[in-house]
C-alpha cells in the first residue's frame, strides 16, 4: 500500500483518484441494486490508501476547497442534462385516471428517488471525509470558530445539493398547472382514504352491506377496495420526498388547498341552517383528530418513522396546526355571518350560533365585516320597495 501511496506525487494524479472516487456514472440509478452499489463504493472508499493519500495532497496544495465544488456541478449537470427531462416529461403527457394516479405518482417518484439515491449517498460520504480531514470550504472560511454566529454558519454538503434538487427539478414555489393538478388529486385521494379508515365502519353501511356496496375512502367497489396500496404509496412518496427535501415544494400547495376544502366543506355540511345547537367545539375536535392528523402523517409520518422525531418537522407542523384553526375559525364566522339576520330574528333559540359566532370574532379580525354582513343584510330584507307600506 505504500507503494501505491507514494505514487500519487502531482495534482493531476491526485484529482483523478478523486474523479474515479466520487463520480456517478451517468446509468448509475436507473433501478440498479442500491445495496450493491453502495457496498462497493464504501469498500473502495474505506480500504483505498490512495484516498487518503490524494486528500493530503490537495489539500497541501491549496486545492482541497474545489472537491465539494467539483461534485456539485457534477450533480448540476446531471440534473439539467438527464434527471429534470425525465421527470418532467411524466407531466407533459396524458395524465392517468383518478383510479390509477397513486400507482403512478409512486412510479414517477421512485425513479426519481433512484436517480438521485446515488448522489446522496456519495455526498454523506464525501461529507464524512471533509469533515474527518477538515478540508476547507470555497470560501476558505472557518465556520467553527465563529462566536455567536447568526444563521450564516456553514451549510452542510447535503443541504446545498438539496437546495440544488429544488432549484433545478421545481425551481417555481407554485408547480406547473398539470403536476399540481396530479398531485392535489393524490393528496385529495389519500386524505378520504385516512378520513374513511380514521371512521372504522358506520353502522349505517353494515345495514346496507351486500352486492355493489362502494367503499366510502376509495370509492370503489367493497370487494375492490385499494385503499390499502393507497396508504402504502401515500406513505412512500412522502418519506422519498422527505429525503430529498422535496416534500414542501413538491406536495405544500397541493396538501393546503385540499385541507381548505376540507374545512370549508365540513364546515358547510355541518351546521348550515341549525341555529340551536353549538358546533364550534366539535369542529375544533374534529379538526385535531382528524385534519391535523392527516397533515402530521404528510410531514412527520408514523410514531415509527425517523422523521417523526425530526423537531424542525415537528415545529413546522405545529404552526401550520394553529393557521388551520385560524382558518376554522373564519370558515365557520363567515357561514353564521351569511345567516346573521335569521339567527337575529330566532334569537334565544339561536343563543348557541351567537355565542360560536362571538367566539370566533375573538380569535379573528373579522368584527368588520360582520358590520358589514349584518348592513347588507338589513338593506335587503327591510329596506326593499314596499318594505315601509
Not at 500500500?1 to 456517478?24: H, L, N, P, Q, Y
Not at 493530503?56 to 465539494?68: D, F, T
Request: charged residues 25%; contains cysteine.
Amino acid at each position: 500500500m505504500s507503494a501505491s501511496v507514494e505514487c500519487i506525487r502531482d495534482i493531476g494524479t491526485a484529482w483523478k483518484v478523486i474523479e474515479t472516487a466520487f463520480s456517478v456514472t451517468p446509468t448509475t440509478g436507473l433501478r440498479k441494486d442500491s445495496n450493491t452499489t453502495a457496498s462497493a463504493t464504501q469498500s473502495t472508499l474505506t480500504t483505498s490508501m490512495e484516498l487518503q493519500s490524494a486528500l493530503e495532497l490537495l489539500i497541501n496544495h491549496g486545492v482541497g476547497h474545489i472537491i465539494e465544488e467539483w461534485f456539485l456541478e457534477e450533480l448540476r449537470v446531471h440534473l439539467q442534462c438527464r434527471v429534470a427531462p425525465v421527470f418532467t416529461a411524466h407531466f407533459n403527457k396524458e395524465l392517468p385516471p383518478d383510479t390509477s394516479v397513486a400507482s403512478y405518482m409512486c412510479e414517477v417518484i421512485q425513479e426519481l428517488y433512484d436517480s438521485l439515491a446515488p448522489y446522496v449517498l456519495k455526498l454523506k460520504q464525501l461529507e464524512d471525509l471533509v469533515n474527518l480531514y477538515q478540508i476547507p470550504t470555497a470560501d476558505n472560511t472557518d465556520y467553527s470558530a465563529v462566536k455567536n454566529s447568526t444563521p450564516t454558519a456553514k451549510v452542510s454538503l447535503l443541504e446545498r445539493a438539496q437546495t440544488l434538487f429544488k432549484a433545478v427539478l421545481l425551481p417555481r414555489y407554485q408547480l406547473p398547472e398539470r403536476l399540481y393538478a396530479l398531485v392535489k388529486r393524490f393528496y385529495s385521494a389519500a386524505m378520504q382514504v385516512h378520513h374513511a379508515i380514521d371512521d372504522a365502519v358506520d353502522k349505517e353501511n353494515d345495514e346496507e352491506a351486500g352486492e355493489g356496496i362502494r367503499c366510502l375512502g376509495c370509492s370503489s367497489d367493497a370487494d375492490d377496495c385499494s385503499c390499502s396500496n393507497l396508504t402504502l404509496a401515500f406513505r412512500q412518496i412522502n418519506q422519498q420526498l422527505y429525503e430529498l427535501d422535496l416534500l414542501e415544494r413538491f406536495a405544500g400547495e397541493a396538501v393546503t388547498s385540499v385541507i381548505h376544502e376540507k374545512i370549508c366543506s365540513h364546515v358547510q355540511h355541518s351546521c348550515k341552517g341549525n341555529f340551536e345547537v353549538s358546533y364550534l367545539r366539535s369542529l375544533e375536535h374534529w379538526l385535531e383528530t382528524k385534519v391535523v392528523r392527516w397533515l402530521s402523517e404528510v410531514y412527520r409520518g408514523s410514531d415509527a418513522c425517523p422523521r417523526y422525531s425530526d423537531p424542525h418537522v415537528a415545529a413546522s407542523v405545529e404552526v401550520y396546526e394553529s393557521r388551520l384553526h385560524h382558518l376554522l375559525y373564519e370558515t365557520y364566522a363567515a357561514v353564521r355571518m351569511e345567516q346573521l339576520f335569521n339567527i337575529i330574528i330566532e334569537y334565544p333559540e339561536s343563543e348557541p350560533a351567537m355565542l360560536d359566532l362571538r367566539r370566533c370574532l375573538e380569535k379573528t379580525n373579522l368584527r368588520s365585516q360582520l358590520v358589514k354582513s349584518l348592513k347588507t343584510a338589513l338593506e335587503t330584507r327591510l329596506l326593499h320597495p314596499g318594505g315601509a307600506a
